[in-house]
């Protein structure tokens, strides 16, 4: 996938982002996970109009699911505050790697807020894919673009899950589900071109699963902390060694 | 509690109990990636922690699943996930091609070994 895509203007470039995430393989994703979290917010008697505010808003599917039945089961909102915080903690180095691609030198701040707040699992990495091949001031506007094609999605499978709700078939709604880790695992993968994302990707499947196994506190932050490190300070020792 | 605190209740929670927690490391990633350029070394190690946490988020979901996807065996989760993974590699790194034979081989492995 090497080569360029070029843009005459901002708004093609958006509208070519808005085109990708209609064509990305998140696109399904998103669609699987929002049934899901729609038929949750319905049957915890939460209105769809909370729902697509929440969508808008928190725009992290984990985040949504721990407020959503946090509230529904009557949580002590301390404790769904505390877990929501400690789900989102991976989106702080997801975006420290982002922006520097975004940014130009006449980048103003006020253009990174949206950039900074589309930033989610789905748009990270299909950005860090693309926007290498594109001109540096296309990329905000073709993120934005490609952002609010998946957060339109989002919001409109929220609906068809809202009012479908449990009308699934357990194996067809098992299905849906799957598709979260399975196109997370195969898209981190091909993006994984250097030797690090290889490292990082493998010791965080098998740091994860030793850690989440052994029920450790915090395991996801500890699995990313010591799978990232790990793996980069390998790269930095093979680097030198060349 | 007046009728217009309960109508605004939910909304009230999803701004400091959903938004705010949430929202506040996207707020200090913008904070502190001011000045970095991708090629600097913390953008890096960024990189590498991010996509391994993401990792770990995948090994979660597949050991631990939830709703009606862990009512699906975990021998057949993670022999579906391998199936998908492989056929990626040998589609020419496809993702499509490998999630819908992942997802296939799911869908048959539920069909014939569901609890």
Not at chain 1, 20 to 33: D, H, I, W
Not at chain 1, 189 to 202: E, T
Not at chain 1, 203 to 221: I, P, S
Not at chain 2, 2 to 18: E, K, M, N, Q, R
Request: glycine share 10%.
């Amino acid at each position: 996938m090497s080569g360029s895509l070029t843009f005459n203007s901002s708004t093609a470039a958006f509208l070519g982002g808005v085109r990708s995430a209609f064509m990305s393989v998140f696109f399904l994703v998103l669609a699987g996970t929002y049934v899901g979290l729609g038929a949750l917010a319905h049957d915890f008697g939460l209105s769809v109009f909370w729902l697509t505010l929440s969508t808008l808003l928190v725009w992290a599917a984990p985040a949504q699911v721990i407020l959503i039945s946090g509230i529904g089961t009557g949580a002590a909102l301390i404790e769904v505050a505390l877990a929501i915080t400690l789900s989102a903690i991976r989106l702080f180095p997801m975006v420290v790697a982002l922006l520097p691609l975004v940014r130009t030198r006449d980048t103003r701040l006020r253009d990174l807020i949206l950039p900074t707040h589309f930033t989610s699992v789905s748009m990270w990495v299909e950005s860090l894919r693309v926007l290498p091949m594109l001109a540096p001031e296309r990329r905000a506007a073709f993120c934005n673009g490609l952002s609010v094609g998946y957060m339109g999605a989002a919001i409109g499978f929220g609906f068809v899950g809202y009012y479908l709700a449990a009308g699934l078939p357990p194996l067809l709604a098992a299905t849906l589900l799957f598709l979260t880790p399975l196109s997370f695992l195969i898209s981190t993968a091909r993006n994984a071109r250097m030797m690090m994302d290889r490292l990082a990707l493998g010791l965080g499947l098998g740091l994860g699963a030793l850690l989440t196994v052994m029920n450790v506190q915090f395991d996801l932050m500890w699995a990313g902390i010591g799978g990232g490190t790990l793996a980069y300070v390998i790269h930095r020792v093979r680097e030198a060694a060349t | 509690m007046s009728a217009a605190l309960i109508d605004l209740w939910p909304y009230l929670i999803l701004v400091t109990v959903g938004f705010l927690p949430n929202e506040i490391w996207r707020v200090l990633g913008l904070v502190l990636a001011r000045g970095l350029n991708e090629d600097s070394q913390v953008v890096m190690w960024s990189r590498a922690i991010a996509t391994a946490t993401l990792a770990g988020v995948i090994a979660k979901l597949l050991l631990f699943s939830n709703g009606s996807l862990a009512a699906i065996p975990l021998g057949v989760r993670l022999g579906a996930a391998a199936i998908g993974f492989v056929v990626f590699l040998l589609a020419k790194r496809s993702v499509f091609a490998g999630v819908a034979v992942g997802e296939m081989a799911l869908l048959a492995g539920g069909f014939l070994f569901a609890r």
